[in-house]
């Protein structure tokens, strides 16, 4: 009898530890990702869930062009200062903000919303902090992950062919 509740409780331990590390083994669709920089003493840090293009058309097909996108996946893409910062020439006060983006051709909008924590697809436009026009425009090699990087001078983001970046200072 005592033989085979430990055989029990080891083949349960077994079992478990065999669901835990295929879980862990499988790799997620829209991994979390953070970009962190400093730009003029101020830390920038971007925390994002990076879809991949998985051979999709994205601008223009997924993601529509000229309408109001989460810029990323899952939970609403973060962006949080550490001190003020002038994007476009444009004053962000200190603090975090939800990052949403209205792609286009040549010109895109970066959005600074002040409520955070909301599932991507909640946006509300009453609560934008900030809201600057970027230049945008297609590149000629495949970004297969969505990739923001903090720059020396400002803020890039990448997927696809597109990309679009905001100066800040």
């Known amino acids: 009898m005592k033989s085979s509740t430990i055989k029990m409780l080891g083949l349960s331990t077994l079992l478990m530890l065999s669901v835990v590390f295929m879980s862990n ?4 669709a829209s991994p979390a990702k953070t970009a962190v920089g400093t730009i003029n003493g101020a830390k920038i840090t971007v925390n994002y869930s990076s879809p991949a ?3 999709r058309t994205i601008f223009g097909d997924l993601v529509p062009l000229g309408k109001v996108w989460r810029a990323g996946a899952n939970e609403a893409t973060l962006i949080e200062t550490s ?16 990052f949403f983006i209205i792609p286009g051709e040549n010109s895109s909008t970066f959005i600074f919303n002040k ?13 934008d902090a900030l809201r600057v026009s970027v230049s945008s425009s297609q590149t000629n090699s495949l970004t ?3 990739t923001y990087s903090v720059l020396e001078d ?16």
């Open 154 to 169: 400002g803020l890039e983001v990448k997927w696809e062919y597109g990309s679009a970046k905001a100066s800040i200072k």
């Open 144 to 146: 297969e992950n969505l």
């Open 53 to 55: 293009v998985k051979g």
């Open 115 to 127: 409520q955070t924590g909301q599932w991507g697809t909640k946006y509300d436009e009453s609560k």
């Open 83 to 98: 001190k003020d910062i002038q994007v476009e020439g444009k004053k962000l006060p200190a603090g975090k903000y939800s």
């Open 25 to 28: 083994a499988q790799k997620k």
